[in-house]
């Protein structure tokens, strides 16, 4: 599934600040993919649990991972980046 748009909210740049310069060229090649396929194997895309049950997250590297929600409109907002301390 393609996504229709992708916008970035707020709290997304203000956690892509923390996120470490050597993992850019990780963090393009999975937008990339994610671009093309959200649902694709090698991103790990799965619904969240719990208070965080509206979003989905997929991975940019073992330890790093992208959140994101749907709109109504089938357009995605990544809404944080960071480790699994996203989760909490």
Do not use: A, C
């Amino acid at each position: 599934m393609k996504p229709r748009r992708i916008s970035y909210s707020p709290n997304f740049f203000k956690s892509l600040k923390k996120f470490p310069k050597s993992q850019l060229k990780f963090l393009r090649k999975q937008e990339q993919i994610f671009k093309e396929d959200i649902f694709d194997p090698r991103l790990k895309t799965h619904k969240l649990k719990g208070r965080l049950s509206e979003f989905y997250s997929f991975s940019i590297s073992y330890q790093w991972r992208i959140v994101f929600h749907f709109e109504k409109d089938e357009s995605i907002v990544f809404d944080n980046i960071g480790t699994h301390e996203v989760y909490k």
